[in-house]
């Protein structure tokens, strides 16, 4: 069965330092998601990416977050100097259609842990 | 602004019980209304729901959405210990961003 695929599944790194979170999202899906998870919170929406552009960003998605589908498989988030705050669960997603809702399909997510 | 709130936070059951989770929403031009189940990592999909008063069932699972009073809900029969887990309950507006709420962790006992 297809699926979301993110790499690495847990990351440590010292505050100030840039991370990239890589996901490889189903591959006839053509809408894709970064969320967070900060541990026994809601999941929180960060961004939607669409046609090789951002289609929708939250608050939370500020100058120190950028996203990027460099070859047409990955979706990458990079956070250019991490924060203690930034310590969470990310999920990527991604679904097939950009004109109709359907099941959003996640992956295993990856924990970044900011010291 | 666009918000899911789900009740209870938390709840204890036995094996055996019915539980009843609930989600109410406010958003913007409604689309659809999903409900995941959050065990360890990520959330696994259980229902999508579009369309008011059809019940959806997956063996002792169902849900159903009223979008008059916009609200849904998940109930399960016969719970078993498997079933420990968050709930997420997720909402769809019309920029296709899905919001979710923060989830029911349902514990089920012995």
């Known amino acids: 069965e297809p699926e979301v695929t993110q790499t690495p599944s847990h990351q440590v790194t010292q505050m100030g330092q840039e991370v990239i979170l890589r996901c490889v999202p189903i591959?006839?899906?053509?809408?894709f998601y970064w969320y967070r998870q900060i541990l026994g919170q809601k999941v929180e929406f960060l961004v939607s990416?669409?046609?090789?552009?951002?289609?929708?960003k939250s608050e939370i998605f500020d100058d120190q977050f950028s996203v990027e589908r460099p070859d047409g498989s990955n979706f990458t988030l990079k956070i250019r100097s991490t924060k203690l705050e930034d310590s969470a669960m990310y999920f990527c997603?991604?679904?097939?259609?950009?004109?109709?809702?359907?099941?959003?399909?996640f992956g295993e997510g990856s924990r970044l842990t900011v010291l | 602004e666009d918000k899911v709130v789900q009740s209870p936070l938390s709840l204890v059951v036995h094996e055996g019980d019915t539980v009843t989770l609930n989600c109410s929403y406010e958003v913007t031009n409604f689309r659809s209304l999903l409900w995941y189940k959050q065990e360890k990592k990520a959330p696994t999909f259980l229902f999508m729901l579009t369309s008011s008063g059809i019940e959806k069932k997956s063996g002792r699972l169902s849900s159903i959405l009223d979008k008059k009073e916009l609200f849904s809900i998940l109930n399960i029969t016969a719970t078993q210990t498997g079933d420990s887990a968050i709930y997420l309950c997720?909402?769809?507006?019309?920029?296709?961003?899905?919001?979710f709420g923060t989830g029911t962790r349902l514990k089920v006992l012995a």
């Open positions: 997603a991604s679904r097939i259609n950009p004109t109709n809702t359907g099941e959003l399909f």
């Open positions: 591959s006839n899906h053509l809408y």
């Open positions: 990416f669409y046609n090789n552009e951002i289609s929708e």
């Open positions: 997720a909402v769809v507006g019309g920029t296709y961003k899905y919001i």
